[in-house]
């Protein structure tokens, strides 16, 4: 059996749109593979538009990509049948990034707990599936349960929603998770408790996480050995340990991502700032060659021509750049 929970191989996902009578379509995700391993976390970042979350829910089967296949412990989840899909389904969960839209408003928070518990029969009555949500809302620090199980999304805070979303996705305790940006709605204060509750929850129950996000910042939570894939206009750029990304980015475009980290020492800002020329194409207009090439202060001629493979430059390093 394979060490991945997860391998995303080749995935290509078009979307179309019309403009008069033509149907014109992009790839939002071109040719990506990513593994994740069991028992780990795996960060995914890249600005808005890069693809990254349409990325996520081809591996949770929300999205059904135009090309490639997706591995859950070995067996193709689009080729699953009725049953193994089903069981799929279990160990595959979502924390999404809008706790205020995410969340049915009309049912309270022990319903929208313990129902999850109920439809999948891992409790015998209502009593024990109150009892697992209660564990588990006290887990993701939702304290004293009994403060909130009676209480409607509209009543409680953005963080305290957040939570809930977590608590609704580690009830089932899934082999693995994908967090879709889930604090970028929340306030800085509350950001680090909230990464730092998934970070716990997942490594106490064993699963794999997939946490997606556009700041680099927050994988530091996870540790130096965590393993992060960089995405840009669909394509995968980089990818490496977050150590070596930090110390060795070797893409420009993560070197840009890395230089717009604050840093309180403005000589610091200055030395250390790689700005990319213009703003991020459209995914309909990309530009020939490397997705870069536009943007990128050291293109070549052969970087307007010719799109860089990921090439592999030590044993956790991989780069796609003409430059490597």
Known sequence: MSDNVIEAKNIVVKFYIRRGLRRIGF?????????????????????????????????????????GEVLFQGRNIFDMDKKEFKKYRVNAQYIPQDPYASINPYKRVRDILTDIAKY????????????????IMNKVGLNPPERYLDKYPFQLSGGERQRVSIARALMLKPAYIVADEPVTMLDASLKASIVKTIKDMVREIGSSLLFITHEITLLQFFGPSTLVAVMYLGKLVEQATLKELLEEPLHPYTQALISAIPVPDPKARETRKLILSGTTPSPLNKPQGCPLSNRCPFAMDICRKEEPQLKQVSPTHFVACHLR
């Open 27 to 67: 790839a939002a995700v071109d040719n990506v593979s990513i593994a994740v391993p069991k028992g780990s976390i795996f960060g995914l970042i890249g600005e808005s538009g890069s693809g990254k979350t349409t990325l996520g829910k081809v591996t949770l089967a929300l999205i059904k990509p135009t090309k």
């Open 120 to 135: 999948h029969k891992l409790a015998l009555n209502n009593k024990e599936a109150l009892d697992m949500a209660i564990d």
